[in-house]
């Protein structure tokens, strides 16, 4: 998800790239650019720091792809090399 001149948007891969509008709480609909893919729910389950850990992107007849968040390995974070030092 991204904001660019006052749009939200998001880009999953290269065909999936799109306007986001809000729909419901954590449901935004998604426009694609590519006007084949129609229009897609999208949601978020957030974490405790308020980032998203889960994207799902219904597709209609086509499925749900589900996206989560990978935790960073430990002593990679920003906060860890800041501590090495």
Same mark, same amino acid.
Request: avoid cysteine.
């Given at each position: 998800m991204r904001a660019q001149n006052g749009v939200l948007g998001a880009a999953? +891969?290269?065909?999936?790239?799109?306007? @986001?509008e809000r729909w419901h709480y954590d449901t935004f609909?998604?426009?694609?650019?590519?006007?084949?893919? +129609?229009?897609?729910?999208?949601?978020? $389950? @957030?974490n405790a720091a308020g980032k998203a850990d889960v994207v799902r992107v219904d597709m209609g007849g086509s499925g749900v792809?589900?996206?989560?968040?990978?935790?960073?390995?430990?002593?990679?974070?920003?906060?860890? $090399?800041? $501590?090495?030092?």
């Open positions: 999953i +891969g290269a065909p999936f790239e799109g306007s @986001l609909r998604a426009t694609w650019k590519d006007r084949m893919l +129609g229009k897609s729910m999208i949601s978020f $389950a @957030l792809l589900e996206f989560t968040r990978v935790p960073p390995k430990a002593g990679t974070t920003p906060d860890a $090399a800041a $501590a090495r030092r």
